[in-house]
Nanobody, 115 residues
């Protein structure tokens, strides 16, 4: 059974940085797309960034230029580095993986940015 476990969330001051990690386990097939989504209170879940198996990345406009997504294929881990954090980045961040046509989600990690 595929399992995604996030870590690295917490309370950060505006202008600060953080790194989120997501470790995958139970894999029988390679992950085609890994990524991060977030959901703020009262809002829909939205894409933050994705990375494909061949390293192509995609970012939401709101985080472009101050975020970097990467993955360690050996450890089946994906990372999200975010800089210049803003209170608007406050949300629950969810790890995502697509394997063939199936989507998998982590339980989420809270990121709170104080002003």
């Amino acid at each position: 059974q595929v399992r995604l476990v996030e870590s690295g969330g917490g309370l950060v001051q505006a202008g600060g940085s953080l790194r989120l990690s997501c470790a995958a386990s139970g894999l029988r097939l390679p992950i085609g797309v890994s990524g991060w989504y977030r959901q703020a209170p009262g809002k829909q879940r939205e894409l933050v960034a994705t990375i494909t198996i061949d390293g192509r990345t995609n970012y939401a406009d709101s985080v472009k230029g101050r975020s970097n997504i990467s993955r360690n294929k050996v450890r089946d881990t994906v990372y999200l580095d975010m800089n210049l954090l803003e209170p608007e980045d406050t949300a629950v961040y969810y790890c995502y993986a697509r394997i063939r046509s199936a989507d998998y989600w982590g339980q989420g990690t809270q990121v709170t940015v104080s002003s």
